[in-house]
């Protein structure tokens, strides 16, 4: 009996939790041929005593959540205009991890690294350490090492968790099994889900490959130079620009909002639509309310029964310009109740097209265009007519569908 049972209710979040509770150190991980982080159990360890279970979404009833009139949400911007500039939308979560260091938290959250290329847990204890988690990072995290470092010290620390909500929710059982989760703040985001590791690694191997750069030493999957909505992929080294892919037509994020390509577990997940496992939850303002915003404009909403985080927005008020809003203007806008539709035969191809070392990225964004139909195809062609268009018109397009 262990993480590798089949009676399971879900699929697996690649959370990587569930060796957090193993005494054996039977569970590893790695990336599986679809290229999602998996557990292997070491049989000559494991002794099927079921602790590795006991956190794990795939065997979880996940209580009902609805986003109501009683959810207190925020729309937030960091008055300090060095945090606005320097993060992917309004600044908060960089501006609730200054007010943690102050309070005397150690923060764990996800950091590039650019020798692997990969995103990865980190441990932060001073202000400077929390800068490596700004920006937004749509791939996977290798995050167990830094969980089980910081448990490791857990009762004697204060220590606050930013992570994906199927991450946050494993946790939060872990905390609550060990009763200490009182001294621990659990923040997650909005999360639309995470692809296979295969298409980042051939996007960013075609990028170094086109540049000649054997590491870059910055990228932003994110970058807002040219606007909070018209966001790019920009890669430096040495502090110049040496990439910089609009989303347009962008091969990453063609493939990544196809849908196709996410974990299994995303495609239905329960967890990102509830926030009894966090005590607050961050993301972007999208929606009617901000489209004529370009610098960035985030999104806060406080779990009900939590007085940490209630506590926590609190002490940030003064740092912040906020307007309170109601679940009616942002949820809409978010993932939350949706169902991506998947394409099992399209997935295949898609897979087997990221595995293969001598096919070009290209070849995968010609399968999915081959899929779509003649609407599919007029729809996407329009939109991007639209977006390279000025803000102000497109902000006024957004308002009629609105």
């Not at 990336?31 to 279970?53: H, M, Q, T, W």
């Not at 497109?394 to 308002?399: F, G, P, R, T």
Request: net charge positive; hydrophobic share 35%.
């Amino acid at each position: 009996m262990n993480i590798l049972d089949s009676n399971k209710i879900h699929e697996c979040t690649s959370c990587q939790a569930c060796a957090l509770l193993c005494t054996k150190n039977a569970i590893s991980f790695s990336l599986d041929n679809e290229g999602f982080y998996r557990p292997i159990v070491d049989n000559s360890k494991c002794v099927d005593c079921g602790a590795c279970k006991k956190v794990c979404y795939k065997y979880a009833e996940i209580e009902p959540f609805i986003f109501d009139e009683h959810i207190c949400h925020y729309a937030v911007v960091a008055k300090d205009q060095n945090i606005l500039q320097a993060t992917t939308s309004g600044g908060i979560g960089d501006v609730i991890c200054e007010q943690l260091i102050k309070d005397g938290y150690i923060c764990v959250g996800v950091a590039y690294d650019y020798e692997a290329d990969i995103a990865i847990g980190k441990i932060a204890k001073t202000r400077e350490e929390t800068y490596s988690f700004r920006g937004s990072k749509y791939i996977q995290a290798y995050s167990y090492p830094a969980f089980q470092q910081i448990l490791s010290s857990a009762k004697s620390q204060k220590i606050a968790f930013f992570g994906t909500p199927c991450q946050i929710f494993a946790l939060d059982t872990y905390l609550k099994r060990k009763k200490i989760r009182e001294h621990c703040i659990l923040i997650d985001f909005y999360c639309h889900g995470c692809p296979s590791m295969l298409l980042w690694k051939k996007y960013i191997n075609n990028v170094k490959e086109a540049t000649q750069i054997k590491n870059f030493d910055y990228i932003n999957f994110r970058d807002k130079s040219y606007g909070w909505g018209r966001y790019h992929i920009k890669a430096k080294y040495k502090s110049k620009t040496i990439y910089s892919s609009p989303k347009i037509n962008d091969a990453f994020y063609t493939l990544f909002f196809s849908n196709q390509l996410l974990n299994n577990a995303c495609f239905n997940c329960e967890i990102r639509n509830s926030l009894n496992y966090c005590d607050l939850r961050m993301g972007d303002f999208w929606g009617k309310h901000y489209l004529r915003n370009t610098s960035g404009m985030s999104l806060i909403s406080i779990n009900p029964v939590s007085n940490r985080g209630k506590k926590l927005f609190e002490a940030i008020k003064t740092r912040v310009a906020s307007q309170k809003h109601n679940s009616q203007d942002c949820i809409p806008y978010q993932s939350i109740n949706k169902t991506y539709i998947i394409d099992r035969i399209l997935r295949a191809k898609l897979i087997q097209s990221l595995s293969d070392k001598n096919a070009p990225l290209s070849d995968c964004t010609s399968i999915l265009w081959d899929s779509y139909s003649f609407k599919q195809k007029c729809y996407h062609v329009i939109k991007n007519i639209v977006l390279l268009m000025p803000n102000s018109i497109i902000a006024y397009i957004k308002s009629l569908r609105s």
